[in-house]
């Protein structure tokens, strides 16, 4: 079992910048991939982002391909999402999910309680 705690979450107007963090209770961190997923209001939760266990190789939805930047330290059992370039539509509940099977983009384990992202036009 791992817990995971999202946090950075906030508003902010089109165009500007936010980056969450997921932390994680254990220390076998390393051995998850780790992913960051959305839901915004009304409609189904979706794919933004993973990375791989330790080799750095990362996925992305074509919305966020070039806005977007998911990356881990795994020294400190934390996964960050570096958000860019932000557009009204991105404005969603964040929750970032751990997965026993590494680089995935729907197979996880685990989930945090997300955090809200807010932008303004």
């Known amino acids: 079992q791992v ?5 950075g979450g906030g508003l902010v107007q089109a165009g500007g910048s936010l980056r ?21 209001p009304g409609k189904e939760r ?22 977007f930047t998911i990356t881990r330290d795994n020294a400190k ?21 751990a997965a026993l099977t590494g680089l995935t983009t729907y197979k996880y384990d685990y989930w945090g309680q997300g955090t809200q992202v807010t932008v303004s036009s």
Request: overall charge neutral; hydrophobic content about 35%; glycine content about 6%.
């Open 3 to 7: 817990q995971l705690v999202e946090s």
């Open 77 to 97: 059992n934390t996964v960050y999402l570096q958000m860019n370039n932000l557009k009204p539509e991105d404005t969603a509940v964040y929750y970032c999910a």
């Open 46 to 67: 979706e794919f933004v982002a993973a990375i791989s266990r330790n080799d750095g190789t990362t996925t992305y939805a074509e919305s966020v391909k070039g806005r």
């Open 20 to 40: 969450l963090s997921c932390a994680a209770s254990r220390s076998s961190f390393s051995t998850y991939g780790m992913g960051w997923f959305r839901q915004a």
